[in-house]
């Protein structure tokens, strides 16, 4: 069964740094890019970074450029969102999703990251 | 990376059609054919329901459809059923290997 499964999500004061995770399983994980999308409560779907199979191309949001990096490690079949200087408005879930080409085919359930003092 | 325009909401009895727009720019929407469609209930994870403007994931209806011109694309749901009401998002990509979403649609079967 392909599935994607987040983890690292928490309270966090303003200005801390926090890294997620997803394991990915059940398919190639290195034959696909993957992607961050999060979700502020009550509102609509954001999509944060990607980043291609080899991991050699990374891709971000405007709004997390500078703060944010993507990552994955082939090896242990799971990618990385690394969080620095965290803002209130970064609350959200974050979905961790497979890329299809130029469509999100497969999502996680989630992580929820809380950023406040 | 400014977000696609989708309409807040959008109602339907049982067995009726609706569509929802979603409306880019020049650099997103009307750029590229690569437009997809994500279905979301309360509480739950997003799920692809139209890639690449109007081809259909395997599992999905075929109630399901989407459309594209210009700036705009479309999905439209015949047959409407209790289980469609749900958040619809349309995302499309963007110049820069970047992606956009729309603001979502809520769907109310009525």
């Known amino acids: 069964e392909v599935q994607l499964v987040e983890s690292g999500g928490g309270f966090i004061q303003p200005g801390g740094s926090l890294r997620l995770s997803c394991a990915a399983s059940g398919f190639t994980f290195s034959s696909y890019g993957m992607t961050w999308v999060r979700q502020a409560p009550g509102k609509g779907l954001e999509w944060v970074s990607s980043?291609?199979?080899?991991?050699?191309?990374?891709y971000y949001a405007d709004s997390v450029k500078g703060r944010f990096t993507i990552s994955r490690d082939n090896s242990k079949n799971t990618q990385y969102l690394q969080m620095n200087s965290l803002r209130a408005e970064d609350t959200a879930v974050y979905y961790c999703?497979?890329?299809?080409?130029?469509?999100?085919?497969?999502w996680g359930k989630g992580t929820t990251v809380t950023v406040s003092s | 990376q400014s977000a696609l325009t989708q309409p807040a909401s959008v109602s339907g009895s049982p067995g009726q059609s609706i569509t929802i727009s979603c409306t880019g720019t020049s650099s997103d929407v009307g750029a590229y054919n690569y437009v997809s469609w994500y279905q979301q209930h309360p509480g739950k994870a997003p799920k692809l329901m139209i890639y690449?403007?109007?081809n259909r994931p395997s599992g999905v209806s075929n109630r399901f459809s989407g459309s594209k011109s210009g700036n705009t694309a479309s999905l439209t749901i015949s047959g409407l059923q209790a289980e469609d009401e749900a958040d619809y998002y349309c995302?499309?990509?963007?110049?820069?290997?970047?992606?956009?979403f729309g603001g979502g649609t809520k769907l109310t079967v009525l």
């Open positions: 690449d403007v109007s």
């Open positions: 980043i291609s199979g080899s991991g050699g191309g990374t």
């Open positions: 995302s499309s990509y963007s110049s820069s290997d970047t992606r956009v």
């Open positions: 999703a497979r890329v299809a080409t130029y469509s999100y085919d497969v």
